[in-house]
């Protein structure tokens, strides 16, 4: 049996209260690799179908939670699971442009996922005959999954293993072995399942003192002068309220800029920058061209959370969710975005550091070791007290970088062309930014509301007059 771990218990909690926490990916694929007559939706359902029942059994599970919260829920296999109430197949309305598949992609992706069924669906898209920088005939696989389920890396590892390195239907999948999967889910008995959670709740107080024994220390510790400033740095800087962070609405809006990886390794070699470092100066340089635009730019600058895995070398596939966050100030108001640049790969590099310090497993640990039944209880205080609108904001944006599949990879012989991750939006926080890519493309994605993002077109050409303007100053400074 397979318990949910506390940070998946947190997740569990957002669709109780109209937030729902899935993320998601759209997968486009160029058919004409395929062999005549092994590419279509029969043959992709039918390929689903064999991963799930060999490889992925946890897309076959439901949760299930047990009376009044006294312990974290257990995925069990759901007995009425049917591939046809998770997959669907549509055709895209002309002119099968890119502004159409954002807007099914915000339909789809605003609808909560049915919490008592296998947490994820996904849509066939055919028709996306005038996606640009692409070739007619293409198809596209929409997928959503419950952050319950998987972490971006997991999510990741479990979408990879659709794929074949060969056009060939008959080549080995890019799937490992991954122990959690192989797991039988089945249903844990009543007497199994509150005799652990009676011992789980009497380890609870011991574990959560053993937890803070280790974190307190290498928070309060000062490492000389630097440290000193930093921390002071951090507590007066803070992070800027702005109209984003807010409580979302139902709906969603969704775009990307997708880049050349050769023109963006050029220029993360010309700057002694990272991939990642080169993102981020380009949200930033987005986020202050439309705040500027809107005359809402703040005067301190904009802080981004960056999701860090915390899974040892050798536990690269387990399920569920295993991260910590790294807190990047992202340099908002700097105009040079050179400069720019320069400080936020200073910044990231030693948030990452510090985020480092405090051990991987520390955010965990102390998640894992509340009561589940207090957690939701805070949690419906919040909501029901009207408290979420009043919370100050934690970050004003999220920028996960879920790296792709760097060599040309194949999905029922059709080869992948493009990839773009989708995140989730929370309380507080209403834009939602994804780093990802293939062997010739690196694109950034972004997730808002139509309450604070109404504009999302601008904000999309913010995003490549960020890069431009980049490229540009990095050319003309040398």
Known sequence: MKQLNGLDGVMMLGDMFNFPLHIGALFVYDPSTAAPGSFGFDAAKSLLSDIIEHQLPILKCKSQALAFGVDNPYWVTDDNFSLSHHLERVALPKPHDWQQVYELAETFHARPLPMDKPLWEAMYIEGLDGLEGHPEGCVGLLIKLHHAVADGKTAMRLFTSLHTLSANTDAERLIEEMPDQQEHYQQPSF?????????????????????????????????????????????????????????????????????????????????????????????????????????????????????IDTRKENANHEIGNQFNFAFVRLYSQIESPKHRLHAISGAA?????????????????????????????????LVENGVLNKLPPIVNTVASNVPGLQAPVYFCGARLVDYIGLGFLAPTMTLFHVISSTEDRINISFVGCPSTLPNHDAYRQALQNSFDALEGDVASNG
Not at 214 to 228: N, Q
Not at 236 to 263: C, F, M, Q
Request: one cysteine or more; charged letters at 25%.
């Open 349 to 381: 590099s030693e948030s990452k550091s510090g985020s480092r310090k405090l051990g991987p497993k520390a955010f965990l640990s102390v998640i894992d070791n509340i009561y589940p039944a207090l957690l939701k209880w805070g949690a419906t205080r």
């Open 191 to 307: 007497m199994s399942r509150y005799y652990r959670a009676y011992w789980h709740n009497l380890a609870r107080p011991l574990k959560m003192t053993a937890s803070l024994t280790g974190i307190l220390p290498k928070l309060l510790r000062s490492d000389g002068e630097k440290d000193a400033e930093q921390t002071v740095e951090k507590t007066t800087g803070g992070v800027p309220p702005t109209v984003l962070n807010t409580v979302p609405d139902n709906e969603r809006v969704i775009g990307h800029i997708g880049l050349d990886s050769k023109a963006v390794r050029k220029l993360a070699k010309k700057t002694d920058a990272t991939i990642n470092d080169i993102a981020l100066c380009v949200i930033a340089g987005a986020m202050r061209e439309w705040m500027l635009d809107n005359d809402c730019l703040p005067e301190q600058s904009l802080v981004a959370g960056i999701p």
